[in-house]
């Protein structure tokens, strides 16, 4: 059973760094795609960045790219968003996303706020 959660979320200046993790505990192999979307209030989640099990397809939205690098541990069941240069539009609730075989997963969520 896929259990994502989250860590690393927290408040940040702009032009500063964050890490977030998200560990899968439940399966005892690693999901094929993982990686992250972000909501803001009265706003659809919107994609973040995903990553395949080996790393080498990776997907970004545009405003996210240069300055977010994801990454995953397969050893550790473990994905991770490299957030430099935030800027406060980056604010919102960070949620982990795991698809597998066409089931899709979520973690709680984690929040981080850019303050300006």
């Known amino acids: 059973q896929v259990q994502l959660v989250e860590s690393g979320g927290g408040v940040v200046q702009a032009g500063g760094s964050l890490r977030l993790s998200c560990v899968d505990s439940?399966?005892?192999?690693?999901?094929?795609?993982m990686g992250w979307y972000r909501q803001t209030p009265g706003n659809q989640r919107e994609l973040v960045a995903t990553?395949?099990?080996?790393?080498?397809?990776?997907d970004y939205a545009d405003s996210v790219k240069g300055r977010f690098t994801i990454s995953r541990d397969i050893a550790k069941n473990t994905v991770y968003l490299q957030m430099n240069s935030l800027k406060p539009v980056d604010t919102a609730v960070y949620y982990c996303?795991?698809?597998?075989?066409?089931?899709?997963?979520w973690g709680q969520g984690t929040q981080v706020t850019v303050s300006s």
């Open positions: 996303y795991g698809r597998n075989w066409g089931n899709e997963y």
């Open positions: 439940g399966s005892r192999s690693s999901i094929n795609i």
């Open positions: 990553s395949d099990r080996s790393g080498e397809k990776t």
